[in-house]
C-alpha cells in the first residue's frame, strides 16, 4: 500500500528534487538573508512565502511541460510539501538545510538545473527561482566550508564570474543575467 510503480524513474527524482529539494533550499536561503533560524520561521514571513510558492509554481510548470505529469495531482504534491516545511514538528535549522552552497548551485543541482529547464522550455528566466539563486549566492555562515569557499570566490571574483565558474553559466546566458540584476535589486 502506497507504492507507486513507474516505467520509468528519472520524471519522479527529479519531481523529489525540483519539489522538496529545491523548495528546502529557496526557504533556507531567502531564511538566511532575512535573519530566521528555521525552515518554520523563514515560511511563517509572508515575503518568502509567495517566492517559495512562485519558485515551486515554477519548478512544477517544468516538471509538468517535460514530463507531462497532471496539473492537478503535482499541485497537491506541491501543497503537501509546503504542508511539511511549515509543520513545527518538522522544523528545521536554516543552516542545516543551506550548507552546501557551492553544490547546491552546481549545474545538475536543486537550483541551476530546473532554472535552465524553465528557460529552454519557456523562453523565459524564471522571476521567483532566480531570486532564490541570488541568495544562494549571497549565504554566509562561518561554520560551513563551502559558504566561506562561496564568499571567498565572490570577494575576489565578484557575482558574476562566481556564478559563472560554480554553475557553468556563461555571463551573457538570459538566466545569468536575470541572477545578477536580482543581486542588483
Known sequence: KGITYVDELTPYIERKLFTVNTGHAAAAYLGKKYN??????????????????GTLKE???VLIEKYQFDRD????????????????YLSDEI???GRGPLRKLSANDRLIRPALLYVELFNKAPENLTQVIAAAL????????????????VE?????KTLE?????????????????????
Request: proline share 6%; charged share 30%.
Open 165 to 185: 565558474e560554480i554553475s557553468g553559466l556563461p555571463k551573457d546566458h538570459l538566466l545569468h543575467q536575470h541572477i545578477i540584476d536580482k543581486l542588483e535589486n
Open 73 to 88: 495531482k503535482h499541485d497537491q504534491y506541491r501543497e503537501t510539501i509546503i504542508g511539511r516545511f511549515t509543520n513545527p
Open 59 to 61: 519548478t512544477g510548470d
Open 138 to 153: 549571497q549565504y554566509r555562515h562561518s561554520e560551513d566550508p563551502e559558504a566561506v569557499e562561496l564568499q571567498q570566490k
Open 36 to 53: 530566521y533560524e528555521t525552515i518554520e520561521q523563514a515560511i511563517q514571513d509572508p515575503e518568502i512565502h509567495q517566492v517559495l510558492e
Open 156 to 160: 575576489v571574483n565578484g557575482y558574476p
Open 95 to 97: 543552516v542545516r538545510v
